[in-house]
Nanobody, 118 residues
Framework: QVQLVESGGGLVQPGGSLILSCVAS????????MRWYRQAPGKERELVAF????????TYANSVKGRFTISRDNDKSMVYLQMNSLKPDDTAVYYC???????????WGQGTQVTVSS
């Protein structure tokens, strides 16, 4: 079955960096689009970043553009989110998301908490 498992969250000071990882299984990873979402307390879940199967096309939310970088390693079935210059507004649970190729539906990881605070 499709599984997405995130890791790498934690507590970081404003201006700091974190890298989130998501390992995928149960589907053809290299043919699948991958996304990172986040949800802050009391707010709707928002799309943070997108990457296509080849890793050639990426898009970002305006709020993270220039600070976050999404990447993938198709040999390891992993997608990453490098987060730099973190701000308190980046505090949220971050979720890995997949629309697997050849499988109907949308899938989510369990989420990883990122807290930006001094």
């Amino acid at each position: 079955q499709v599984q997405l498992v995130e890791s790498g969250g934690g507590l970081v000071q404003p201006g700091g960096s974190l890298i989130l990882s998501c390992v995928a299984s149960g589907f053809t990873f290299r043919d699948s689009f991958m996304r990172w979402y986040r949800q802050a307390p009391g707010k709707e879940r928002e799309l943070v970043a997108f990457i296509d199967g080849f890793g050639l096309r990426t898009t970002y939310a305006n709020s993270v553009k220039g600070r976050f970088t999404i990447s993938r390693d198709n040999d390891k079935s992993m997608v990453y989110l490098q987060m730099n210059s973190l701000k308190p507004d980046d505090t949220a649970v971050y979720y890995c998301n997949a629309n697997p190729a050849y499988i109907a539906g949308e899938y989510w990881g369990q989420g990883t908490q990122v807290t930006v605070s001094s």
